[in-house]
C-alpha cells in the first residue's frame, strides 16, 4: 500500500489532455454561471441595488471589515496545525506570513494547490522546508476546510431541514437524516482521531491521522473560519428572515462549488448558487449588492495586501547582500 506522503510525490505536472480539458472545464462552468446570473439579474432594479448600497451603515461596513481581518488570522492556524502534523517548526512569523499571502491569493486567483502552494513553497523553502513538506501542508489546509464544510453542512440540516428544503428539491425528512447520519461519520473519525494509531487504509493510499490535539485545533480554526468569512457576507445583507446557520451551509457549498471549479475565486459559481438558492428568501437587489461588497471586502482588499507584502520581500531580498 501507499504511504500517504507519497500523495504529494504523485502531484506529477498534467498531461496534454488534462492541460487542455480542465481549463475548458473551468470555462464552462463560468459561462453555466454567468449564464445563470444572467437570468437570475433579468429583472433586476439597479438603481434599487444602489439604494441597498447606500443604505449600508458604518457600522456594518466596519463589521465586515473587521471579520474578514479576523477569518484571515484564523487562516494561520492551518497552517500551524500543517506544519504539527508534518513535524516541522517554522518561526510564527513566517508561518503568519506564508497562511495569509498564500489564502489571499489562493481565495482569489483559485486552484489552491498551485497557487496557494506556489506562494507557500517561496516562502517555507527559504526556512528549510522542502517541496514535500510545502505539498503536505496545502494539502492539509485543503482537506481541514473540506471537513469542516461537511461538519457545518450536516449541523445545519439537521437543525434547519426545513428551511434547507424550500431551497433543495429533497423533502425535509430526508436532509435531517443526512444531517444526523454526516454528524455520526464526524464522531466515527473523532474517535478513530483520539484513538487510532496505526495508519487508515483507503484505497491504495495509507493516512497517518493527526493527533487528537491537532485535530480538535484544526476543526476550531476551519468552523471559525467559515464562521467569520459567511459572516462578513450576512452583515452586508440587509435584514432578512434566513437563520445564520442555515446561512452558512449554502455559503459553505458555494465557496466549495467555486473552489472545485477552478474558476478564478469562483466567480459567476458562487455568486449564481446564492442566487439560486436565496431568490424566494433574500431580495435580489440586496443579495447582488452585498455580494459586489464582499469582492471588494474579503477578496480585493486581502489580494492587495498580499501583493505588496510579498513585493516588498522581494525587493528586500533584492538588496540584501
Known amino acids: 500500500m501507499t504511504d500517504a506522503n507519497e500523495i504529494a510525490r ?8 488534462q492541460r487542455v480539458l480542465m481549463p475548458l472545464l473551468s470555462l464552462a462552468l463560468f459561462l453555466a454561471a454567468s449564464l445563470a446570473i444572467y437570468h437570475l439579474l433579468q429583472e433586476l432594479d439597479v438603481n434599487r441595488m444602489l439604494a441597498e448600497v447606500r443604505q449600508l451603515s458604518p457600522g456594518q461596513l466596519g463589521l465586515a471589515l473587521l471579520l474578514t481581518a479576523a477569518s484571515y488570522t484564523v487562516l494561520i492556524g492551518y497552517d500551524w496545525s500543517a506544519l504539527r502534523y508534518i513535524g516541522q517548526a517554522v518561526a510564527f512569523r513566517t508561518v503568519a506570513f506564508a497562511a495569509f ?5 489562493a481565495n482569489t486567483v483559485g486552484v489552491n494547490i498551485v497557487s496557494g502552494g506556489s506562494v507557500r513553497y517561496r516562502i517555507y523553502v527559504p526556512a528549510g522546508l522542502g517541496t514535500l513538506d510545502v505539498a503536505q501542508v496545502t494539502l492539509f489546509g485543503m482537506v481541514a476546510y473540506g471537513i469542516g464544510n461537511f461538519v457545518l453542512g450536516a449541523a445545519a440540516l439537521t437543525l434547519h431541514p ?8 429533497v423533502p425535509p425528512g430526508l436532509l435531517y437524516g443526512l444531517g444526523v447520519s454526516g454528524l455520526a461519520l464526524f464522531v466515527t473519525l473523532a474517535v478513530l482521531v483520539f484513538f487510532r494509531r496505526a495508519p487508515m487504509p483507503i484505497g491504495r493510499w495509507r493516512f497517518r491521522l493527526p493527533s487528537g490535539r491537532i485535530a480538535m485545533a484544526q476543526l476550531f480554526f476551519t ?3 467559515i464562521v467569520f468569512a459567511g459572516g462578513c457576507l450576512y452583515v452586508l445583507l440587509n435584514p432578512s428572515d434566513v437563520p445564520f446557520i442555515a446561512f452558512l451551509a449554502v455559503y459553505s457549498v458555494a465557496t466549495l462549488a467555486g473552489m472545485v471549479s477552478h474558476v478564478p475565486g469562483g466567480l459567476g459559481v458562487f455568486e449564481s448558487i446564492l442566487l439560486l438558492s436565496f431568490q424566494s428568501l433574500i431580495s435580489t437587489e440586496s443579495l447582488a449588492a452585498a455580494l459586489l461588497l464582499y469582492r471588494a471586502v474579503y477578496h480585493l482588499a486581502p489580494l492587495s495586501l498580499a501583493a505588496a507584502l510579498l513585493a516588498g520581500r522581494e525587493a528586500l531580498d533584492r538588496v540584501r547582500p
Open 223 to 225: 468552523l471559525a473560519d
Open 10 to 17: 504523485a502531484m506529477v505536472p498534467p498531461s496534454r489532455g
Open 101 to 105: 499571502c498564500g489564502c489571499a491569493i
Open 162 to 169: 426545513d428551511l434547507i428544503g424550500r431551497f433543495l428539491p
